[in-house]
Structures are given as structure tokens and as C-alpha cells.
């Protein structure tokens, strides 16, 4: 039966080491923090693992640096970063990986729906309506929602107090957006042919 032992104490300063060398396990220690996480993480997590002087800023800058030109990236999502597979290389991981639940399998009017809840929220499913000319089914509402890319709003003030729905963090993720500032403004859309 194993004895319950404390963790080792991780030396975050490394003084024995030559500045450079320092430096470059900084970075190395980050990139496997950000390897092993499903999420993205915070700045407050990653300066657990280097030492008092260094920046989280510049070591994932040099991160960053350091794997251009790899198949993956550093990407900074929400409050935090994290290690992903450049966009290019996703029909080889699809051909090649079991990532089919992985997947989001989303149409092309599931994705309007989304962009429409990401631009107006919080919106009704009336709301919705208005913007598509049609009723937007509750199996579409609830796709999303058990993909964890909406979620339940506040009530809207209407009478009977219908739901509205919001975006997540989630979407935030899959999107590599830091906040909902970052999505597209009209201009950007008319730019990438997406509206006229």
C-alpha cells in the first residue's frame, strides 16, 4: 500500500542555472502546462511554474515563437491559452484521428443560428424568428445548447416570460475568441463576402 507523500516542491527560481538555460525551461515547463491541459489556462496557473522576474507575457511570446511553422500554436481564449492544432491541418486529423467526438457537426444554418444568438444576445427563440423568417426549432436550441455553446439566459421581460439564450465560454473556446469584442464587426463580414 503506498504511503500518501507530499508533492516535491518545484523550484520556480532555477538558480543554478545560466540565465538562458533559465529562460528556455521557463518556457518549456508553460508549453507542457499547456500541453497537458484540456483548457485554456490562466496567467495566474502559469506563474506557478516559473520564477518571480519572469514575464508569462514574453515566455509565451517566445513560446509561441519557438513552434512557428509546427502544426500547432499557441493561442490565447478567453482569460487563459492554450496548445492547438493549426486550422490547415484539421482535414489530415480528420482523415487520419479518431476525433469524431470531437467533432461539432454543425450545418450551415446551425452555425448562422449561432452567430445570430452571439450578435443579439440575449435573444428569444421570437427573436430568432424575426431574423431568419422562420421558427427556429427547439431540437436546434437544444443541439447547441448540449454542445455547450449557448446556454439559458435571463427571462426576457415579455409576457410569459420567454427564455433567452446566451453564448458560452465554450463558444468563446471553439472559436478562439478572448471575449465576444473579438467577433467580427459588420465591416469584417462584408470584407470576408459573409454579408452584402
Known amino acids: 500500500m503506498a504511503k500518501d507523500r507530499p508533492e516535491p516542491e518545484l523550484d520556480r527560481e532555477l538558480p543554478d542555472l545560466p540565465p538562458d538555460m533559465r529562460w528556455r525551461e521557463w518556457m518549456r515547463r508553460i508549453e507542457a502546462v499547456l500541453f497537458a491541459s484540456a483548457s485554456p489556462v490562466p496567467r495566474e496557473d502559469l506563474v506557478r511554474v516559473v520564477g518571480q522576474g519572469a514575464s508569462v507575457d514574453l515566455l509565451i511570446e517566445d513560446l509561441a515563437s519557438d513552434i512557428e511553422g509546427r502544426s500547432f500554436e ?8 492554450l496548445l492547438r492544432t493549426r ?91 478572448q471575449s465576444l469584442r473579438d467577433l467580427p464587426d459588420r465591416e469584417g463580414l462584408q470584407d470576408a463576402g459573409l454579408v452584402e
Open 87 to 177: 486550422a490547415v491541418y484539421g482535414p489530415a486529423i480528420r482523415a487520419a484521428a479518431d476525433v469524431g467526438d470531437q467533432l461539432l457537426g454543425l450545418n450551415e444554418f446551425d452555425v448562422a443560428v449561432l452567430a445570430a444568438v452571439a450578435y443579439h444576445q440575449p435573444i428569444t427563440r421570437e427573436g430568432l424568428k424575426d431574423i431568419f423568417g422562420k421558427d427556429i426549432s427547439r431540437d436546434l436550441i437544444g443541439r447547441l445548447h448540449a454542445q455547450e455553446l449557448i446556454a439559458t439566459g435571463p427571462r426576457s421581460p415579455r409576457r410569459g416570460a420567454p427564455y433567452t439564450f446566451v453564448t458560452t465560454e465554450r463558444f468563446l473556446v471553439v472559436f478562439g475568441l
Open 74 to 81: 499557441v493561442a490565447k481564449v478567453v482569460d487563459g491559452w
